[in-house]
């Protein structure tokens, strides 16, 4: 990424010097422009590589030429050659260089130049500078316990049993005693186990990386399914352990953010006393001060859509994060820190997608104050910003509703009434309710493993990650990306409305006068709203009839019988009660979409029943052990499964 930024600095200047034909002939030459070729020349005489001769004699009359590309010999080397003391190592230094140049082509009255060269030559470098992009480090938190096990195991501090099976208090006790202390556990060199290894080998490059060129493309430290407070503190010993902590008066620093992500619907409950007891360690509150450079403290936070939804349901899902996110805002307001959420939103509506400033309006009051961050992934990157066009549109629309939420929560009083609170929770619980039992009762994993197409899913390399998340082969290991894509492919669309129909139908039949309320608040209330018309944007893409023919895979009559008439009863349930709520049918108020929807479907149909046969008779292949003939088939089902995600334009 480092080498990539300075390619684009380095055609930055060879096109300024193209612009620059100056000449010494017709201009008197500034002094600062003589003074910065010979700085520039006396640092290269000292590399041996640099044709410094050929540079100079070639642009001799044109002394902005010459200088230019005495800058570009400097970037050149910290491409080529980054331990030269010559070359640029930090991008402060080469914008220096910049300025001077700048000001004596003003001297000499070329402010044209200036504008229309320099000006965006400033601003690339400003926003790429020497580094291209922040890269985060992200692993699982019991991979981490692995690999603190392991360094424990190692240096002899277990007297027998695991690290792992230790009490929070237990857990808790050791994690502040060792972070009272600078040393590590092992000399360098020394092994302690492949998870040790791999996080501390990680860990080490980022050290490597600082120590060279300071902070600059490092990112955060995100601890995927954080559990508790016990988890962001063994990253703190593991950097430690990797050379990657600095030590003060005060004690130990961590110079980068440890970032929590709270995925599940437990996560995201505890996330507030989770965060609270973070700020509260002083190694947080002395590594906050110490990033924040002598600004107010920001403490960033991972929320993330997909799992939550696939633990508990759209409804609870949304409601889950929307409660998270403005108790944690709370939490971190209270200690004098600013919040950054980062969004880790999907392609899908059963993994936090959807328009992107109906999102930012549905935030919660208060947990936005200044900055973000938020997830793009799999085909919406192409479908945004593949085209200029399309990218100037979508990008200017994030920072627009970015802006104006903005300036919404710092300016005036949240708008949200708060008796809708209860009704939330109770919409919630009912869904999560209905989700659950639907994935819980018996025989679930043999009709979802026959009517969609996830086994061929795990047997191809589409994604980022594996599948699995440790490989077993259990629901809860499965990844929330081939969990939604699997939905997705067999048109159930399920994780985009399950659950939804059941909670909404009961507050209707149960408690008339509040469900009435609800219906009234829909159209003040951004949250409700955009929770509602994600649901229904997943229904009507989800098409009965599919359904039923990829249910026809389930081998068991009863099975696929049970299971199919619970998802065909609750989804005309969603449906009717959807159009209940927003008084018309979503063809009468979204026609566009509707017409949209409309005109792909006979073309969809041919796909989905060639992936249909394809998945039958690679099955019937599997079960005979015909190993070579089903994998021979393996492609065949991969191209399917692209050609109806580009069709659909959506993946999970």
């Given at each position: 990424m480092r080498k990539n930024a300075l390619r684009v600095q380095r055609r930055g200047l060879e096109a300024l010097a193209f612009h620059l034909p100056l000449s010494s002939l017709f201009q008197i030459m500034p002094p600062q422009l003589t003074e910065l070729i010979a700085t520039l020349t006396a640092q290269l005489?000292?590399?041996?590589?640099?044709?410094?001769?050929?540079?100079?004699?070639?642009?001799?009359?044109?002394?902005?030429?010459?200088?230019?590309?005495?800058?570009?010999?400097?970037?050149?080397?910290a491409i080529e050659k980054p331990s030269s003391p010559v070359a640029y190592v930090q991008p402060e230094e080469l914008h220096a260089d910049i300025d001077v140049l700048a000001q004596t082509l003003l001297d000499v009255g070329s402010k044209a130049i200036v504008e229309e060269q320099i000006v965006p030559l400033r601003r690339n470098l400003t926003a790429f500078g020497f580094h291209s992009a922040l890269l985060d480090v992200r692993q699982n938190s019991a991979f981490h316990e692995k690999a603190l096990d392991q360094l424990l195991r190692a240096a002899g501090l277990l007297d027998g049993g695991s690290f792992i099976d230790w009490s929070i208090e237990k857990k808790r006790e050791l994690l502040d005693r060792e972070l009272a202390s600078p040393r590590p556990?092992?000399?360098?060199?020394?092994?302690?186990?492949?998870e040790a290894d791999t996080v501390l080998d990680c860990y080490r490059v980022l050290a490597d990386h600082r120590a060279k060129f300071g902070n600059a493309g490092l990112g955060s430290l995100i601890i995927s399914m954080t559990r508790c407070?016990?988890?962001?503190?063994?990253?703190?010993?593991?950097?430690?352990?990797?050379?990657?902590?600095?030590?003060?008066?005060?004690?130990?620093?961590?110079?980068?953010?440890?970032?929590p992500?709270?995925?599940?619907?437990?996560?995201l409950e505890s996330g507030p006393g989770i965060v609270e007891a973070f700020l509260s360690h002083p190694v947080a509150k002395r590594s906050l001060l110490t990033q924040s450079k002598g600004g107010t403290p920001v403490f960033q936070m991972m929320v993330g859509y997909s799992d939550s939804n696939k633990d508990c349901g759209i409804v609870a899902s949304q409601c889950a994060l929307h409660r998270a996110q403005r108790e944690l805002s709370t939490t971190i307001h209270r200690h004098g820190v600013r919040p950054i959420f980062f969004h880790g939103r999907g392609g899908t509506?059963?993994?936090?997608?959807?328009?992107?400033?109906?999102?930012?309006?549905?935030?919660?009051?208060?947990?936005?104050?200044?900055?973000?961050?938020?997830?793009?992934?799999?085909?919406?990157?192409?479908q945004k910003y593949a085209h200029i066009g399309s990218a100037v549109y979508n990008a200017e629309l994030l920072m627009a509703s970015a802006t104006a939420a903005t300036a919404r929560h710092r300016c005036t009083e949240s708008s949200a009434p708060p008796e809708l609170e209860p009704l939330f929770d109770k919409l919630a619980a009912d869904s999560r309710d209905a989700y659950r039992a639907f994935l819980h009762a018996p025989d679930f994993m043999k009709f979802y493993r026959q009517a969609t197409p996830i086994d061929a899913l795990e047997n191809s390399r589409i994604g980022s990650r594996p599948a699995r998340r440790t490989g077993q082969a259990s629901l809860d290991d499965l990844r929330a990306i081939p969990w939604v894509f699997s939905w997705t492919q067999s048109r159930f669309y399920l994780p985009g409305w399950f659950g939804a129909g059941s909670a909404l139908t009961k507050l209707k039949?149960?408690?008339?006068k509040s469900y009435a309320a609800l219906a009234a608040a829909i159209p003040g209330s951004a949250f409700l709203r955009y929770v509602l018309t994600n649901i229904e944007s997943s229904l009507v893409s989800a098409n009965t009839d599919l359904m039923r023919a990829y249910a026809d895979l389930v081998e068991e009559t009863a099975v696929r019988d049970r299971f199919l008439n619970t998802i065909l009863t609750?989804?005309?349930?969603?449906?009717?009660?959807?159009?209940?709520?927003?008084?018309?049918?979503?063809?009468?108020?979204?026609?566009?979409?509707?017409?949209?929807?409309?005109?792909?479907?006979?073309?969809?149909?041919?796909?989905?029943?060639?992936?249909?046969?394809?998945?039958?008779?690679?099955?019937?292949l599997v079960a005979a052990e015909k190993?070579?003939?089903?994998?021979?088939?393996?492609?065949?089902?991969?191209?399917?499964?692209n050609a109806i995600a580009s069709g659909l334009r959506t993946t999970g």
């Amino acid at each position: 990424m480092r080498k990539n930024a300075l390619r684009v600095q380095r055609r930055g200047l060879e096109a300024l010097a193209f612009h620059l034909p100056l000449s010494s002939l017709f201009q008197i030459m500034p002094p600062q422009l003589t003074e910065l070729i010979a700085t520039l020349t006396a640092q290269l005489q000292t590399e041996p590589g640099v044709d410094l001769a050929n540079i100079l004699e070639r642009n001799k009359e044109e002394p902005w030429r010459a200088a230019v590309y005495l800058m570009r010999a400097k970037v050149v080397l910290a491409i080529e050659k980054p331990s030269s003391p010559v070359a640029y190592v930090q991008p402060e230094e080469l914008h220096a260089d910049i300025d001077v140049l700048a000001q004596t082509l003003l001297d000499v009255g070329s402010k044209a130049i200036v504008e229309e060269q320099i000006v965006p030559l400033r601003r690339n470098l400003t926003a790429f500078g020497f580094h291209s992009a922040l890269l985060d480090v992200r692993q699982n938190s019991a991979f981490h316990e692995k690999a603190l096990d392991q360094l424990l195991r190692a240096a002899g501090l277990l007297d027998g049993g695991s690290f792992i099976d230790w009490s929070i208090e237990k857990k808790r006790e050791l994690l502040d005693r060792e972070l009272a202390s600078p040393r590590p556990f092992l000399s360098p060199g020394i092994s302690a186990g492949p998870e040790a290894d791999t996080v501390l080998d990680c860990y080490r490059v980022l050290a490597d990386h600082r120590a060279k060129f300071g902070n600059a493309g490092l990112g955060s430290l995100i601890i995927s399914m954080t559990r508790c407070v016990e988890d962001m503190l063994v990253v703190f010993i593991l950097a430690r352990e990797a050379g990657l902590m600095t030590w003060s008066d005060e004690g130990l620093i961590c110079p980068l953010p440890v970032v929590p992500l709270f995925e599940t619907m437990g996560d995201l409950e505890s996330g507030p006393g989770i965060v609270e007891a973070f700020l509260s360690h002083p190694v947080a509150k002395r590594s906050l001060l110490t990033q924040s450079k002598g600004g107010t403290p920001v403490f960033q936070m991972m929320v993330g859509y997909s799992d939550s939804n696939k633990d508990c349901g759209i409804v609870a899902s949304q409601c889950a994060l929307h409660r998270a996110q403005r108790e944690l805002s709370t939490t971190i307001h209270r200690h004098g820190v600013r919040p950054i959420f980062f969004h880790g939103r999907g392609g899908t509506v059963g993994r936090g997608a959807g328009p992107t400033h109906w999102f930012m309006e549905a935030l919660p009051h208060g947990s936005l104050s200044g900055g973000m961050r938020m997830t793009e992934q799999g085909e919406t990157i192409a479908q945004k910003y593949a085209h200029i066009g399309s990218a100037v549109y979508n990008a200017e629309l994030l920072m627009a509703s970015a802006t104006a939420a903005t300036a919404r929560h710092r300016c005036t009083e949240s708008s949200a009434p708060p008796e809708l609170e209860p009704l939330f929770d109770k919409l919630a619980a009912d869904s999560r309710d209905a989700y659950r039992a639907f994935l819980h009762a018996p025989d679930f994993m043999k009709f979802y493993r026959q009517a969609t197409p996830i086994d061929a899913l795990e047997n191809s390399r589409i994604g980022s990650r594996p599948a699995r998340r440790t490989g077993q082969a259990s629901l809860d290991d499965l990844r929330a990306i081939p969990w939604v894509f699997s939905w997705t492919q067999s048109r159930f669309y399920l994780p985009g409305w399950f659950g939804a129909g059941s909670a909404l139908t009961k507050l209707k039949n149960e408690d008339p006068k509040s469900y009435a309320a609800l219906a009234a608040a829909i159209p003040g209330s951004a949250f409700l709203r955009y929770v509602l018309t994600n649901i229904e944007s997943s229904l009507v893409s989800a098409n009965t009839d599919l359904m039923r023919a990829y249910a026809d895979l389930v081998e068991e009559t009863a099975v696929r019988d049970r299971f199919l008439n619970t998802i065909l009863t609750e989804y005309e349930a969603t449906r009717s009660i959807i159009d209940d709520l927003f008084q018309g049918t979503f063809e009468g108020r979204r026609p566009r979409l509707a017409y949209t929807l409309n005109i792909r479907e006979e073309p969809l149909k041919v796909l989905h029943d060639q992936q249909i046969a394809l998945l039958r008779e690679w099955r019937s292949l599997v079960a005979a052990e015909k190993t070579e003939a089903a994998d021979a088939m393996v492609t065949d089902l991969l191209i399917s499964i692209n050609a109806i995600a580009s069709g659909l334009r959506t993946t999970g």
